[in-house]
């Protein structure tokens, strides 16, 4: 059936980097697109990144600049490269990732997310 599974996250400094990774456990099926989503406390989720292939890529406006989504197809896994990080960008991430042409959200099914905390 399998599970996405992100890590990477911890606590950072303003203006440090972390990088985040997703993964389908559980399932050999091929991820083809992957976005990152985040959630905040009282706040709604809201996305961050989305990569179908090297050429379609977007960003929300708040991390143009500062965050890179990538996709490593021989380990079915995606990245968010997160740098020149700030304080709003506390938050726990979560990835969705595409399997043919089926989010894996939509089932529902959302990983445990992992914890990015930005603070001095």
């Known amino acids: 059936q399998g599970r996405l599974v992100e890590s990477g996250g911890g606590l950072v400094q303003p203006g440090g980097s972390l990088r985040l990774s997703c993964t389908l456990s559980?399932?050999?099926?091929?991820?083809?697109?992957m976005r990152w989503y985040r959630q905040a406390p009282g706040k709604e989720r809201e996305f961050v990144a989305g990569?179908?292939?090297?050429?379609?890529?977007k960003y929300a406006d708040s991390v143009k600049g500062r965050f890179t989504i990538s996709r490593d197809n021989a380990k079915n896994t995606g990245y968010l490269q997160m740098n020149n990080l700030k304080s709003e960008d506390t938050a726990v991430y979560y990835c969705?990732?595409?399997?043919?042409?089926?989010?894996?959200?939509?089932?529902?099914?959302w990983g445990q997310g992992t914890q990015v905390t930005v603070s001095s």
């Open positions: 969705d990732a595409r399997v043919g042409s089926v989010w894996w959200s939509e089932s529902g099914s």
């Open positions: 990569i179908i292939s090297a050429g379609n890529i």
């Open positions: 559980g399932s050999i099926r091929p991820i083809n697109a």
